[in-house]
Structures are given as structure tokens and as C-alpha cells.
């Protein structure tokens, strides 16, 4: 049995943990030494050693843990967990009452009230993303506790937490319950997406830009030519395609986007011949773009956080800027740049700063005509802002 630790936090912070921040980070607290197993139940306690709350012990890049109770007396059980599962469920009655949409996300880490867990359903499986050995820790509560909530066809896991400096990447991702026949074919608005729970991190579809990929379809794709940059396997693609585009064209450095992105169009009934897919580094591509004279009616930018391609290496807080100007150089007058990011590690005013100095140094006005942040299923809390990662902005380039 791992024993309780006593977390001292420092006198600045402890009005802050009072007021329900979730997560445990190094400046708050003095004794971070005492932490020795992941796992561990810690008691944050203020200078006079009364309790202000507690959580467990998991390293993630973000912190050294989550709060999960102010209540002293609790215990991180099985019915701990289905407490929180089931509430979390609740919120999402509608999503699972949605016949268009069967691929959402059920739990949602911190917003949930379980920081380092986020469960995700695809039509019956529900995938659970562990980020620290510590919330592994309690997996057999956890998985017990979403068994007795939820009628499931299966469930899969990734292990998305840093053991010994090694990603850690199994063979097998199963759990319990029956194995499903991949591709398993969801749907998002009545939209099919084709996804691979067993195969790596990435799963096919980004569940986070559901009311995005939407909005393309239904307000911004009719008649318009569309460029989706860092396409991945095509998800804005094939909506801008239904939606009415005349052409998708698609950038992603990775082999292995062109099948994916072929498979996407092609279960939903979209003659991929007459797509571009392109598998190539974007900022080639614009170079290219660029000689060519070619222009898009719009312009879709979602890059990783931080990338390293064989020359360059991207990373959003450094130059999405320069990302925008190559965007804006090719974009349509009167077109519209979707630019999105999910880096945490900055907010919305400062990438509307990256938006506004890319105009300006382009020489063009532009108006935001739409904004987005995380859907609901992504659930945050309010004491924990940074939890709501995700940026969209839609912004229209005027002409001059
Ligand atoms: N926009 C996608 C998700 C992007 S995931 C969607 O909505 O589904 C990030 C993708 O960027 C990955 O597929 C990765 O292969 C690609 N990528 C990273 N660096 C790149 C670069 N320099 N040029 C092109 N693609 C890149």
C-alpha cells in the first residue's frame, strides 16, 4: 500500500487551491522531494498543516498531479470513480441520444473531476487515454467502475504517460469486453469517419473539432476551393467536400495520410480522383503554391503544438505567425484562413496577437468572422482555464 503524502503548499497558492485549482505543479508546492511513488494519495495542507485537499500523485508534462477531493475523509475507490463516470455520462445525454454523431468524448480529464483520464466513445467502444503512471495506478477502480456504468461492445486504453523517458506504445491496446473489427465506422453529424483503436496514439478523427469540421460544411465549403494543411487523415477535407467545395486539396508530411485520407472520402461517398492529396511538407507546398500563383477560397491551418520535420521544426508558439503569412500570401481576397491551434501554452488574446501582426505584415485587413473553443463534451472548469486548449478563428482576408 502507497502511503498518503503531506503536500505543503506555499502561502501565495493556497487561496488558489482553496478555490478548486486542479492541478499540483511544482512552484506551489515546498516539499515536492517527499513525492517518491506514482500513485501516492497526497494531502495539499497550508503553513499551519490544516488540509486544503487532495489527489494523487502522476507526472504529466503539465504538473505532478490532480486534486480530486476537498473532503479529507475520501477514498480514491471504485465507487469514487463511478460517482464521477456517471455524472460525467449525464452531461453527455444528449450526445448519446444523437443518432448523427456516435463518436464523442464521455470524460474529460480535470473538467470532469479526474485530471490525467479522458474516455472517449466510438459507437459502443469507449477508449480510455491514460496520462501519468500515477492515474494508472487506479485502473482497476477506474475500469470496474466503467464497466458497471456503461453497456460497452469494448474498451481500449492508451498508455500515453512517460515511463523511464520511453513513450510508452503497446502491442495491444484491448481491455475487456469484446475486440472490435477495425476499421470501426463512426459517425460525426452525419458524417463516416474510419477508426483504428489499436493502432497507435492516433486513432483517425480528432473529436475536439466537431463543431469546426461542421460550420466548414454547413457556412464555408459551397463553391469554394479548399486547402487543408497538416491534413492528417482528411477529417476537414472530406467535410469541406460535402459541403460543396469544387476542390479539397490536402498537405500532410506523413506516408500514411494518403490512404487514410482515400478511405475517408471514399466511405463517405466522395470520388477521391477528384481531390488532391498531397503528401508533402506544408511549408514546401506554399513555396510551390507560391510559384504557381495557385489561391484558395479557404485556407485550413491545424498544426501540432510541435513539430520536427527532416529540416525544420515547427513549433505554434514561435511561428504560427510566419505559418499565417505563408497561409495569407495564397489565400483568396475575400477568402477565409481557418487557423486553429491546441497548444496550452498559450490563450486566445495572444493568438489573435499572432493573427493580427501576420495581417499587418502582409499588408491586408481582415475580420474575424467566427470563434470556436473546445465543444461541450470536452468539458473544463472554470478555476482551470488552460484545460480549454483549443483555438479556431475563422478570418475573413479583405480585399484592398
Ligand atoms: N488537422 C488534422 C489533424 C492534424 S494532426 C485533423 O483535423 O484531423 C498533425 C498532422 O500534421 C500530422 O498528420 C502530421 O503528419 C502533420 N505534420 C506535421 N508537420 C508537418 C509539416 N511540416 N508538413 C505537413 N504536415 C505536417
Same mark, same amino acid.
Given at each position: 500500500m502507497v502511503k498518503d503524502i503531506k503536500l505543503k503548499v506555499d502561502a501565495k497558492f493556497v487561496n488558489k487551491y482553496r478555490g478548486g485549482f486542479p492541478l499540483i505543479f511544482s512552484d506551489a508546492i515546498s516539499n515536492l522531494k517527499d513525492l517518491k511513488e506514482e500513485g501516492s494519495v497526497v494531502k495539499l495542507v497550508d503553513e499551519k498543516n490544516a488540509f486544503i485537499a487532495k489527489g494523487y500523485y502522476g507526472k504529466q508534462n503539465k504538473g505532478y498531479g490532480w486534486i480530486l477531493s476537498k473532503n479529507e475523509q475520501e477514498t480514491f475507490d471504485k465507487k469514487f470513480f463511478k460517482n464521477k463516470i456517471t455524472a460525467a455520462l449525464s452531461r453527455r445525454a444528449n450526445l448519446f441520444a444523437d443518432e448523427e454523431t456516435t463518436a464523442f468524448r464521455v470524460f474529460n480529464g480535470e473538467g470532469d473531476?479526474?485530471?490525467?483520464?479522458?474516455?472517449?466513445?466510438?459507437?459502443? +467502444?469507449?477508449?480510455?487515454?491514460?496520462?501519468?503512471?500515477?492515474?494508472?495506478? $487506479?485502473?482497476?477502480?477506474?475500469?470496474?467502475?466503467?464497466?458497471?456504468?456503461?453497456?460497452?461492445?469494448?474498451?481500449?486504453?492508451?498508455?500515453? +504517460?512517460?515511463?523511464?523517458?520511453?513513450? *510508452? *506504445?503497446?502491442?495491444?491496446? +484491448?481491455?475487456?469486453?469484446?475486440?472490435?473489427?477495425?476499421?470501426?465506422?463512426?459517425?460525426?453529424?452525419?458524417? %463516416?469517419?474510419?477508426?483504428? !483503436?489499436?493502432?497507435?496514439? *492516433?486513432?483517425?478523427?480528432? !473529436?475536439?473539432?466537431?463543431?469546426?469540421?461542421?460550420?466548414?460544411?454547413?457556412?464555408?465549403?459551397?463553391?469554394?476551393?479548399?486547402?487543408?494543411?497538416?491534413?492528417?487523415?482528411?477529417?476537414?477535407?472530406? +467535410?469541406?467536400?460535402?459541403?460543396?467545395?469544387?476542390?479539397?486539396?490536402?498537405?500532410?508530411?506523413a506516408n500514411r495520410s494518403k490512404p487514410k485520407t482515400i478511405e475517408q472520402f471514399?466511405?463517405?461517398?466522395?470520388?477521391?480522383?477528384a481531390q488532391d492529396i498531397i503528401v508533402e511538407d506544408v511549408?514546401? $507546398?506554399?513555396?510551390?503554391?507560391?510559384?504557381?500563383? !495557385?489561391?484558395?477560397?479557404?485556407?485550413? !491551418?491545424?498544426?501540432?503544438?510541435?513539430?520536427?520535420? %527532416?529540416?525544420?521544426?515547427?513549433?505554434?508558439?514561435?511561428?504560427?505567425?510566419?505559418?499565417? %503569412?505563408?497561409?495569407?500570401?495564397?489565400?483568396?481576397?475575400?477568402?477565409?484562413?481557418?487557423?486553429?491551434?491546441?497548444?496550452?501554452?498559450?490563450? *486566445?488574446?495572444?493568438?489573435?496577437?499572432?493573427i493580427q501582426k501576420a495581417f499587418e505584415d502582409s499588408g491586408h485587413n481582415y475580420t474575424i468572422v467566427e470563434q470556436f473553443s473546445l465543444p461541450e463534451d470536452f468539458r473544463t472548469v472554470k478555476e482551470y482555464p488552460q484545460g480549454n486548449y483549443l483555438k479556431v478563428v475563422f478570418v475573413k482576408k479583405l480585399s484592398l
Open positions: 473531476g479526474v485530471g490525467g483520464i479522458t474516455i472517449d466513445y466510438f459507437e459502443g +467502444f469507449y477508449l480510455i487515454n491514460w496520462y501519468s503512471l500515477g492515474i494508472y495506478h $487506479y485502473r482497476e477502480a477506474i475500469i470496474e467502475a466503467l464497466k458497471e456504468s456503461v453497456d460497452f461492445r469494448g474498451i481500449y486504453q492508451k498508455k500515453r +504517460f512517460d515511463a523511464k523517458g520511453q513513450y *510508452m *506504445m503497446e502491442d495491444d491496446d +484491448f481491455v475487456a469486453g469484446e475486440r472490435g473489427e477495425f476499421p470501426l465506422i463512426v459517425k460525426e453529424n452525419g458524417v %463516416k469517419f474510419a477508426v483504428y !483503436l489499436n493502432e497507435g496514439a *492516433m486513432v483517425g478523427v480528432f !473529436l475536439d473539432q466537431r463543431e469546426v469540421r461542421k460550420t466548414i460544411r454547413d457556412k464555408y465549403a459551397k463553391g469554394k476551393t479548399v486547402l487543408n494543411t497538416f491534413s492528417y487523415t482528411g477529417a476537414f477535407s472530406v +467535410f469541406a467536400a460535402l459541403g460543396g467545395a469544387t476542390k479539397t486539396t490536402s498537405v500532410d508530411l471514399s466511405l463517405n461517398g466522395i470520388d477521391y480522383d511549408f514546401h $507546398y506554399f513555396k510551390y503554391a507560391g510559384r504557381k500563383n !495557385l489561391k484558395f477560397d479557404l485556407v485550413v !491551418l491545424d498544426p501540432p503544438s510541435f513539430a520536427r520535420s %527532416k529540416k525544420v521544426v515547427f513549433s505554434a508558439d514561435k511561428d504560427y505567425t510566419k505559418l499565417l %503569412k505563408e497561409a495569407i500570401a495564397i489565400t483568396e481576397d475575400d477568402g477565409v484562413i481557418v487557423a486553429s491551434t491546441n497548444s496550452s501554452s498559450f490563450g *486566445m488574446s495572444k493568438f489573435k496577437g499572432f
